[in-house]
């Protein structure tokens, strides 16, 4: 956001770590300098407590809202692995919702006890999470994450310039390759259906993807920079109001709208969403988080039987309270290692909080 060029804006960084707050935003309020752009940033502290975030709404009057963090680290794989992350790998990253969704349904809530008009955009898996604060009766707009990323790429790929000709449906789950081209991503090049994605996302998918959260942060750079400034833009976005999965979108004057292909309905696109997704083990239907069948035998295996039947969205708090435990338990034994019920302590090391 600090190379935006589409008009004055202000960002506040409110992290939970003052000093990690001050430092992005001293940093990135020096690319703004250099890049001559009008962006300013400063930083504030969030604190853990719902007065804490309502304040922070109530005295810095946004008009967006941009959520960023959760309590799960999709980089704990790599830089702690433990049985914990052993149990997210095998089941998919639909078991961390209770994780991800605790911190934006408080943002969420914040807004709604100021009276805020400010708009919410959640980038932590919006996909599962936008369903769940849709749920609770919560304001949210969209996401930001893997369906504005494959996006981007396919249009990298297609050479395709005027993202107004490419729709694209795509999930959290297409960030990988799927089992079969049957629950690939759909991508639509002035009406006519493209085929074989999987050819022009194969270098997006063989790219680290600590680089791809360059493309993923300046996608959402420019669709939070086209929401406040009236710029026109055309891309796809995960949760749009709630929706499971991800849809193509366009921006005009300020607004989100569905973008679909003329062959297919809102309906028919959140279906095939709620299908392709259950590789991430997750769905919520009728206000009830639901596990797939695999992700519900895993968490026998451990020991969870509380999560196994899922639960009810307003028992957020509890459901993540019970995965904290679970979570804290498996960290202390080393990746490879069995996630049972019985297993004893071991030299696994605990990622961050």
Request: glycine letters at 10%; proline letters at 6%.
């Amino acid at each position: 956001m600090a190379h935006a060029r589409t008009g004055d804006l202000h960002v506040t960084i409110a992290g939970r770590r003052a000093q990690a707050a001050a430092e992005l935003a001293h940093v990135a309020g020096v690319r703004a300098h250099s890049a001559q752009s009008t962006v300013t940033f400063d930083a504030a502290h969030a604190g853990q407590q719902p007065q804490d975030l309502r304040q922070l709404v109530a005295e810095g009057a946004p008009d967006l809202v941009l959520v960023c963090a959760s309590s799960h680290s999709p980089w704990e794989r790599e830089r702690t692995p433990s049985a914990w992350t052993d149990l997210v790998t095998a089941t998919g990253f639909g078991l961390t919702l209770p994780l991800q969704a605790d911190l934006a349904a408080r943002a969420a809530r914040a807004v709604v006890a100021t009276g805020s008009d400010a708009r919410l955009v959640n980038a932590c898996f919006p996909d599962a999470v936008n369903p769940v604060l849709d749920a609770l009766g919560l304001p949210v707009l969209c996401g930001v994450g893997n369906a504005g990323l494959v996006a981007a790429s396919l249009a990298h790929a297609l050479e395709v310039h005027d993202t107004g000709r490419l729709r694209v449906l795509a999930h959290h789950v297409h960030l990988a390759r799927p089992r079969t081209p049957e629950d690939e991503a759909r991508v639509w090049l002035d009406d006519t259906q493209v085929s074989d994605p999987a050819r022009y996302l194969a270098r997006m998918r063989a790219t680290r993807r600590e680089q791809l959260n360059l493309v993923t942060g300046q996608t959402a750079a420019r669709l939070i920079t086209a929401l406040l400034h009236g710029i026109d833009l055309d891309t796809s976005v995960p949760g749009p109001w709630g929706l499971p999965g991800g849809y193509p979108v366009r921006v005009r004057d300020g607004r989100l709208e569905l973008a679909l292909p003329a062959d297919l309905d809102q309906g028919a696109a959140t279906a095939w969403n709620r299908r392709v997704g259950a590789r991430d083990g997750v769905d919520v239907v009728d206000g009830t988080v639901r596990f797939t069948e695999r992700v519900r035998d895993l968490l026998r295996l451990a020991g969870a039987h509380e999560l196994v039947d899922g639960f009810p969205v307003r028992e957020l708090d509890t459901a993540r309270a019970r995965l904290a435990v679970l979570r804290t338990r498996l960290r202390t034994l080393p990746a490879g290692e069995p996630a049972t019920a019985t297993s004893g302590r071991g030299t696994g090391r605990g990622g961050p909080t």
